[in-house]
């Protein structure tokens, strides 16, 4: 990968393309390249995902934050909230501002799809960063979410905005006012980005996803099996067999080819654990391949689907989580077990970024045309 | 289960069986139960095995420790080494008294088998935590391990020290002097015991064994891989596809059935994971099984399996390490998921208990006909 | 220290006492030692310092738990609230029996007094681990804790339960029925077994305490600030100037000589931080002396203070936190600075058992006549 | 504080001053503002602070890493010694390229003095990051370091590296090629950016100065007490009286007043504690002031000292370590005890950012005349 590659490249070579239509992503995103910053909103700017937006699109080089939405907030400011960000002088408030362009919501499940049609009448692209945008079949949210989707007109117009896989459909959304981007779920994005190769291949007979996260995933909410005391020192599994984002790792590996081809994408075993730290997830994917592979076939998938991505890095042994802390990084390895002929790939990520926040930054990015790792550049923090 | 359950009755009420011989644990263990105490020593005592022999056997009821022994120790302070344990007034030594009855060695692979003559010589009772006694198959050694074994010729004669599986041999090869007992390995423990009533149930056609580990499985020695700042707030792999407690796993489950009826504990998937924190193992068993079967006949194996165990406890929600940190408690889970047809077992010990001295605590009072709980009785420590 | 050595000898080697009064703590300790426990109950059983108490109890070989009481508990299985006591198969219920014999209470602030009437009708001793008991002077509840004191004319008759400060209290009151005695806090117990010797010699001209605290003595209850993305990777300082346990470090060490002579125990700096570790407090006692002192002096007035006492050592470079986990030990070291002549006194301890449960036990043994270390004696677990 | 002020105008805003020497810092600086980086190698970039300089200089915009040296490295990977920073595609050899035009040393304490004649040959700007040019006093070296400085000469023309006390020095000295800066150690920057207020006011009649640090401070190296199962749930003092940094703290506070003014900068009572955490201190300076003070006095002395700083903020509560992790921030709250008129002042740092790599580059940047913030506008990673 080149993090200093402009993947903007990709969305502006585009001579034969009509113009973007005014007040779509991509009009706003040239003029931001001019020096008119996209003005963006943040909802549910109290959170940690709020938390990590902020971060990131406060030093973001084409983007002007012009209003924070928290719950029932008045002009708080937010070191309160957030002191690590004391520095930015910015203020919570309860609505967002009328000229924003872009309002990336960090809420609770369901709460999205209620209030996007304020944003797109204002023409704002909207990125949600729930669950609400995420899934294309409608059936799929009472299922996992237990919630009948008050919108379901408008999941096909949405994007799952997982840049590595849905680029192109991210600029096409971005020519037109009132875009909707659903930005992926921590576990997708580690699971799909490590298995999606291997999809493509139709490697994927038998599939166990055996997943480790840190808990700033579980939100801020204070909760009692959250607390200092019952985390530390303690690993546990959770959500054994109904882990919601089951669906949306179903959905996308089985969209990159036919369940005849990868019938282990088809009733995922999916199993998340809670471990004693703060932020990253690792993604343990273990596949009992359709056929006979070599290490040098498997080399070679993942080459040919990462070798370009700005974010991703196939590494030569397993890596651990805290090699991407606190940056954008995906990286993965896939190994071939000599003794029994299985597929072992690995992925890491940092949840908060890559995962949320980060993985947004960059498809609104892509939406609008903007150079894909502008605001995302910062490199891991280790130790 | 019930800890206060004596196992010692299983050994004890056998009015048939001849005396045990003179020298024998047996024989040395009812002389305990009079008042006269096993006299023990521990070779490895610097290490955190060590360290944690001496801190159940300096509390056990029948048990009087007389030989501590480290790497060119001349009479130094456990202070100094162990200050946790800097109460008992214990020193360091660099040879087993001749007068020990019983040695637990706490030493690197390939060690124990080296020095097992002078102790047999003695008729003392041998408790090997290292690896040099847990295999049968000696071709098992330096295809795992990489090295020959020196005294092949033993394996045959030593017990796999996990009670729970190989109780009734233990208190066989106790009543002879000179028992060798092979304690287990951390993983092994926790993914033998999840797996057992499966695979004495022939269910097992295809298995995932994904485990989580705290650092001190890893050992005492400074290592930069082992450095706080390595290891906290990260997650990585390890040992992939050649992790030496394979041939353990694959050694115990396949004699609990033919290899026909778990074609699945033949050249397992086996991942080892290393998380931030210091004690404690979760293994997550991930199985297809080889035929249907319901909820109701999976709690009916393992309620069989394990009710009159004294330190086993089936849960009915997934346990988490810390649910039995500090003690030799292990705790299983299993469960049925209706989406797909697989089962997922989940075991959790403290690799250091469980996992190491308390589990050779147990099989020694097993051998030695104590209460199989003696010594070990202290409850999990949380928060 | 001798951990094993009976403090019950200070208590019953009295041949010219008159006998303890029926219903009285000693006299019910003298039936224990017969084999009839004493009936004890807990009263807060839910939290951290409720399961301390189980944990540490149900092992206690001269006692039986006869009643848990949690808020608007109906026979709930303790496995749901403490899944590390499960093996006890106790149950929580929403009072306490009227035939236990001791009580001991781990309540907010303020609720034990309201509540003492009725356990002392039954001629129960009561232990209070809050903070209701602690204080002599009722003026120092408004003034440190914001309430008034309900029962103001308790106060004398209770016994601050420190053994090794009031060891004589606590066989004295325990020779009647309905001894009231009022564990201390964990800060003070650090702080003040750190500083006694110090007091006693009249040293302390100034004082700093820079005390550093796991979170687990903040409490159960979830609290945003606790967190685990919270504590983690994070340190920081609290309770600035006003925190509560500050009254009874002031009244404890005051009383060890006159202000005069220790001017240094008036107004003290007082200062606790919150370290990311779940238990476990250190204190840092920075002292300028009243007069020139050597190390040897302080070394002699250290081990004269010391030196009987079973759970107290003295050792000979600065003790950590985790010297003492999971133990009731308490572990002092005390320096002169050679180059400005001050004295730094530092102090260890678990919070949750010699900072609470388990100085509450022992200080309930005292005053039952029971050996001082009895369910005491666990070893602290390390690493 | 404004991170976004551009400290650069400090150093350029000076028409009358004659141009900068050739080769010098402030000429390269004057020519990377025009697009001709300067061209900088670190030296120790194997060890955690190394990994941190490359880390920021990565991404400096006036900065081009030509050179990392490492001990017998030969082109070595940076990916294989640092794998956070793998997507940088660097490597380690054993010697600085003679075009570098800064160097910065990241050293074992005695190392960088004996390198230096090489760098200056070559009119290299030398930040050294370990104490050999800290302190002016050639005698204090063998008190706390043990050993004698091999070229005492150079302490003079050396500028202690801490811009908020003497950036006017960096100014001059970065005029002339060859510049030395001394950067300050972790734990004085924390304490002296602390005291710096109250000691320009004469308030320090009596300090004690007990800080907390994470362990990343002690190097990279494996140590037996640097285990992640030494280090987790536990807190330690270490270097009682003797710790080496308390000569900075002493010679930087003493030169901001006479002693008789603040005699208690003299034998200052300094004791470092180690706890488990990565990164961070926070250093907690107990003052008994000189005379009576008010805090809204307090609030102006901090003020005046700190408004204007572009990486310093005073806090309205006392700051937690985490609040500024990761960043090159340093925050600070000072408090009057208003029940024994005692100060207390509380500061905050990432030690390896403003505790060291973060305050290299800024100190460089001064030298330079670049923007003081070029290369740290990074904001804080919580959580």
């Known amino acids: 990968m080149s993090a200093d590659a402009t993947g903007a490249a990709i969305a502006a070579d585009r001579p034969h393309d009509p113009l973007p239509e005014p007040g779509s992503a991509a009009e706003r995103g040239a003029r931001a390249m001019l020096g008119d910053p996209v003005r963006v909103a943040i909802v549910g700017a109290s959170g940690y995902v709020g938390a990590e937006l902020i971060r990131l699109l406060a030093l973001h080089p084409h983007v002007r934050i012009v209003g924070l939405v928290g719950r029932e907030r008045k002009g708080d400011p937010l070191a309160g909230i957030h002191p690590h960000l004391a520095t930015r002088n910015l203020h919570v408030y309860d609505r967002v501002p009328d000229d924003a362009e872009a309002v990336f919501l960090a809420l609770p499940h369901g709460a999205a799809a209620g209030r996007i049609d304020d944003y797109r009448a204002n023409s704002m692209t909207v990125v949600d960063l729930g669950a609400d945008f995420r899934l294309r079949d409608a059936a799929d949210y009472p299922r996992w979410y237990h919630f009948e989707h008050p919108r379901p007109e408008l999941l096909d ?26 930005a992926p779920g921590c576990y997708p994005t580690t699971t799909i980005l490590a298995l999606a190769p291997l999809a493509r291949a139709g490697l994927i007979e038998d599939l166990v996803v055996d ?69 990253g997830i690792l993604s343990a994917c273990h596949v009992r391949p359709t056929h006979e592979v070599s290490q040098v076939e498997l080399d070679a998938v993942y080459a040919e689907a990462y070798t370009d991505e700005p974010f991703v890095t196939v590494t030569s042994s397993p890596p651990a989580t805290k090699h991407v802390l606190g940056s954008n990084e995906f990286r993965v390895w896939c190994g071939l077990n000599e003794r029994n002929g299985r597929i072992l790939a690995i992925g890491v990520l940092d949840n908060l970024v890559k995962g949320a926040a980060g993985q947004a930054v960059q498809a609104f990015n892509v939406a609008h045309g903007l150079p894909e790792p502008a605001g995302l550049l910062q490199l891991p923090l280790a130790p």
């Open 211 to 279: 997943a480790k996260s840190g808990v700033s995933g579980a939100g801020r909410d204070p909760k009692a099996d959250l607390h200092f005391g019952e985390i530390n020192e303690n690993v546990k599994a959770y959500g054994q067999f109904t882990h919601r984002h089951t669906a949306e790792i179903e959905q996308e590996l089985g969209a990159l080819g036919p369940a005849t081809t990868n019938p282990g994408v088809v009733g995922i075993d999916f199993l998340p654990h809670l471990v004693p730290m703060t932020r």
């Open 157 to 182: 117009s949405a994007v799952y905005g997982l840049p590595e896989l849905h680029r192109e459909e991210l600029v096409t959304v971005g020519r037109k006012p009132g875009a909707i981007i659903g």
